[in-house]
């Protein structure tokens, strides 16, 4: 009986220690993987694991973006990024809607932002001018 | 005419044209804004000792804002306190505290866009997001100006003074402590930043983002979380800075990240865990530089081309040079460096032997960071010898051909 509770045990340590889940950035202290700044901005950091568990975070969208292409994201088992205006809130950038507004400055230069719904991302752009565009469309625009 | 009278002629326009106001608790004016409607083009306000709460206070003329006797302006926590949009805008001698703080608005104590020649001077800004907040703006001086904050966490922080499209700016002898950036510059050019004192912030105690043709000297920057940033800049003189502390797992005294034809001239990094990280960083010259008591001096990490590096101290750092490529287009020449072991039979006060700074074992720590612990460690020593006498990993043209024997004062 104990031999067994023991197995399980351990065969169950096994499991969670696999467990593949993002862990939270460690604002002020992460560095971005791709332009080495220190991580500090709530509202555009981004972030993606592999398959093995290893997490890479990035200061912005479009660090990530820029380090998205020199890897295969087959390989990835999560992308997010920060929902603009929620801290500590990460939404997947597949489904996500971005804006690349002047008015809203990110770290590196594109003024790129994250939202979740197509009428938050319309809303902000009324309120901010810029330009809509979804995960495909922006990485395409940052790859040429 | 006696010398009285000429004067009395001379400053009788400015009596008639430009009226001053005074505010002060038992003043005709009580409160700054309502001094701020009334005045005219040019006028000047006389804030008396006192504390004035105000709140998003927009000024769209030339105006002159001097306190007398320390007043203090408290903006409540709520949003921006100044909102300048003029030309020839003048504050001094004001103590401001108490900015609101937000996840996606910049709220600053001043906000000065899209305005020509103004002048930042003595003001003590306390309890902040964003200090001075400059957008769009030309020929500016800032002088003299006390920015703290207490940015523990990490998103309540904004920088101390924040330039965004900016040009012809004079920043000098400001302490900046315990904000994000003490100063970031994004598209900022032909600046002067000097006699500055940034530590205890966050992030970097100065960041430049694209912004060509700048200048700082004799600055200080210590215990910040990095030193400095400089990024994808070209163009820019650094000069007898002083970069100390910046410790932790990848801090550094100076980044340097896509940054082409700069100097680096007579500056001291001390006790920094990477004095200088460089990176797609060329043609650059370093002179006169002294690093002591680093963990690397120098980390270069690839596609930097055509940098000098002469007659720099290198003493006591636990690596001089870290490199990760095999190609080395970079000269080094006439350095001291204090781990050279060679000998002067000329006495020419030049080293007769070439010395490599590379050693073996920094290309095993970038690969795997935490053999570090055999840094000390007698194997280390001999793969590092043996790499000494007969380099295989190392670059074959990667050393100082004549190093000095003394140290460069």
Known sequence: MTTKFILTTICLLFLVSCNVKPKAIDYGKAHCHYCEMTIVDQNHAAFYVTKKGKQFNFDSIECMINALKLIDETTLSFIQVAHFGNPNQFIDANSASFLASPAITSPMGENLSAFITLAEVKKMKQENDGDIFTWQEIKNKLRN | MSVKGFLFLLLFPLWTYAKTIKVCKTCKVTELS?????????????????????????IKIPLTIIGIGNPTIDGGNKGTIFSVNADNFSIQNLTIIN????????????????????????????????????????????????????????????????????SDIVIKNNDLSGLRDGIYLEFVSNSTISNNKSYQNLRYGLHFMFSDNNEYHHNLFKNNGAGVAVMFSKKIKMHHNTFIHNWGSASYGLLLKEINDAEIINNTFEQNTIGINLEGSSRINYTGNTFLRNGWALKVRGACYENKFTNNNFLNNAFDLSYNSELNDNLFKNNFWSEYTGYDLDKNGIGDVPYRPVKLFSYIINQTPETIVLLRSLFVDIINFSEKVSPVFTPDKLLDESPLMHKKL
Do not use: P
Not at chain 2, 135 to 146: C, D, Q, T, W, Y
């Open chain 2, 34 to 58: 309502s001094a701020v409607a009334i005045a005219q083009k040019g006028d000047t306000i006389l804030i008396l000792s006192g504390v004035y709460k105000v709140q998003n206070l927009i």
């Open chain 2, 99 to 166: 900015v609101g703080r937000s996840y996606t608005k910049d709220y600053a104590a001043l906000l000065i866009a899209h305005s020509k020649h103004f002048t930042v001077k003595n003001l003590i800004l306390r309890n902040l997001f964003f200090g001075i907040l400059i957008e769009k703006s030309n020929f500016g001086l800032i002088e003299n100006n006390k920015i703290s904050s207490v940015s523990l966490s990490e998103a309540g922080s904004g920088n101390g003074i924040h330039m965004w499209k900016a």
